[in-house]
């Protein structure tokens, strides 16, 4: 099956610090999701993007549909521990008709240090 | 409140073993998908239902059977559980045209 990289694989930050992660693939996507897993939970949608070089902000985090549609990106500022978890982008392909997949990415793990 | 709600929450077993997940939504939700978190592998799709009575294979089917006879229900059966498929299992839906996901807590199995 597709599978999107994501990278990095994990950090490990100072509270305070700016965060950046990306997922690429050959693919072209119609819609980008980032989730965040928590500790022990299912993931949680934090941003959904739906259209090129579109950029959202939620609080803190930020992150952007890439102009090519094969990538994306999030970004988290000032970092809090409360931000640590896993992070999985995903995005939705085409399959025909009003079919749609959504794949995810290998997911990255924060750990952020108080 | 809005809940993927996925029994149990963690399992162990022995090999060849039959065993059963449960999955619940109360969204009134037409999908619903059963995925497989393992490391460095993200989320992958093992099955998927549209609606009731219709099921399709994800990615990785090999070894899980579902069935969905009611809108709300979504099983995982494993019929004879290997080691390989100690993992950790999340249920998630959606509406029939949203890309947007709800997770479950998930279940974590050991397959001994």
């Known amino acids: 099956g597709q599978q999107l990289n994501q990278s990095p694989q994990s950090m490990f930050i100072q509270e305070g610090e700016d965060v950046s992660m990306n997922c690429t693939s050959s693919?072209?996507?119609?819609?980008w999701l980032w989730y965040k897993q928590d500790p022990g939970e299912g993931p949680v949608l934090l941003i959904a993007?739906?259209?090129?070089?579109e950029l959202t902000s939620n609080g803190r985090l930020t992150a952007q549909f890439g102009i090519t549609r094969k990538d994306s990106f999030l970004n988290i500022s000032a970092s809090i521990p409360s931000d640590v978890g896993i992070y999985f982008c995903a995005g939705q392909i085409a399959l025909g008709g009003a079919t749609n997949k959504l794949i995810f990415g290998t997911g990255t793990l924060l750990a952020v240090q108080p | 409140e809005a809940q993927v709600t996925q029994n149990p929450r963690y399992l162990i077993t022995v090999t060849g073993k039959k065993l059963t997940v449960t999955c619940s939504q109360n969204?009134?939700?037409?999908?619903m998908s059963w995925y497989r978190q393992d490391p460095g592998l993200g989320l992958r799709q093992i099955y998927y239902?549209?609606?009731?009575?219709?099921?399709d294979k994800g990615d990785v089917p090999e070894g899980y059977k579902v069935s969905r006879k009611e809108k709300r229900n979504f099983p995982l059966i494993l019929e004879s559980p290997s080691p390989n498929q100690t993992s950790l299992y999340f249920c998630?839906?959606?509406?029939?045209?949203?890309?947007?996901?709800?997770f479950g807590s998930g279940t974590q199995l050991s397959v001994l």
């Open positions: 969204m009134n939700h037409e999908y």
């Open positions: 239902s549209m609606n009731v009575e219709v099921t």
């Open positions: 998630a839906t959606r509406t029939a045209y949203n890309e947007k996901l709800f």
């Open positions: 993007l739906y259209k090129a070089g």
């Open positions: 693919s072209i996507f119609n819609t």
